[in-house]
């Protein structure tokens, strides 16, 4: 037991001190002397990286920005923006003094019309950025193996096909000058406790089975997995988490292909818009 | 320039090199070699703490769980638990492997009803927190300077009534063993970008400003800024942003109590709910 004077179910500054086990209820009040307790290393958090998750509440969808802040120009990337809250991001970039550089998206979504076209309208020296394997219009494709620098700071591309054909993550570097713990930008490849399903847009039970496991659960057990969606209020979850608890992804492939042939779930009713607008940055609807 | 072989706006691996400024638009393909780049020191994020941010959609209300994951026994909190998500929050408690010490509340909310009565229903071990000032029933009252320990790390509480009387922001330590930077947990006192309303329960827009601009703006600027609640889908600000950036809180003092007093907020749909529930942990509508 490290406190002293730490009080048990009491805010009485006279109430005697009571043996505690390490996590018994205890209080502190100021008016004690609480002698420090002994220390141990807790290395400091802080890192090139700049880091903001952003929420569109209609999708679901999650938006990351990402910016080396050492760096003197403060170059930044949005990972998949959503059309609506466009302009949110773009005040939070330039109130922040950052550099827009890179439109990414994870895959042509199916649920949401893009931000990129509409970003790229209004800062044009940003470059949309998809797989190549999308098929979709962009500045700069990618494929496996590729990486996205910003500053000092880069992203890697790994192919995770199966919700759609063109699906990629986006996983923060692995060098040690990279972000610790690393990052994975996922899309709906996985998703917390779940993923995309895989019944539209050139998808595969099969081939998201053969993906997450092959790309994504072979990254280190505390890489930070970010989603491109969630529905529960869950905001980020770990590569082991998912691991050992993802209800779908840790079930033998044939199980897992039983499961994702039989969610029944209703037809995207976004999608007869969202895919063709997001085949082409999301900007379809202004110039059709 | 400290890349070689970097492509700009193309893929084909046969395309000449070209100069690029640091902030260029850049891809490195997998196939040709990149030397590192010039290291720098980026220091680990790792920390004792294990933090999670979850949301609750319907009313916006984002519920904290912090846990000391170096700890044998994991001993975790829960700050603003919403009584609809109790069921996922001790879900991934379980899962985390944390034992759940503390349900605690920053006020008594007027929005949604806590989940503090029910997970104490559910995990009998746990103790409800709020301060005294709210005058509401819970197993241990707190005050400004009070700390709040869970395992080796700890949360200290500053008393910022303003929003209601009893309004606490709950933040962690300033040792150099405790999370760096600093995190705060400021309830409705400090939204991103924005604040609580001062019009009923106890409310006082000369008092929120004092609190806000005495116990809030005073920490460090790195201090990261959790709210209870997000309405456009931000989940974290900094002390520095806030100070720079909110358009209410930035004014002087008389601008500030003006934009409060003509805020023209429609009256709160939960208030009648959810204010007598919340005053004994959320549970009044079971017992009563």
Redo the contacts between chains.
Sequence with gaps: M??FH?LR?S?SLFAPPLPLS??S??????TRL?P?????S???????LLF??????ES?TY?YLLADA????K?ALLIDPVDK?VD?DLS?IQ??GL?L??AMNTHVHADHVTGTGLIKSKVPVV?SVIS?ASGATA??????????????L?LEIRATPGHTAGCITYVTGD???????RMAFAGDALLIRGCGRTDFQGGSSEQLYKSVHSQIFTLPKDTLLYPAHDY?????STVG?EL??NPRLTKDEETFKNIMANLSLSYSKMIDIAVPANMVCGIQSKTS
Tied chains: 1, 2.
């Design positions: 490290l406190r730490s179910f805010s390490p996590v209820i205890s209080i502190t009040k100021p609480t420090r307790m002994a220390s141990y807790t290395s400091s958090s802080s890192s090139k903001r998750q952003l929420f569109e509440k679901s938006t050492s760096h003197p120009e170059p809250t949110r939070l109130q922040l550099k550089v890179y470059k190549k500045d700069l494709h990618v494929e496996q193996g590729d990486k996205v620098h910003f500053g000092d880069f060098t040690p000058d990279q972000p610790q713990p529960k209020g869950f905001t980020v988490e050992q608890y």
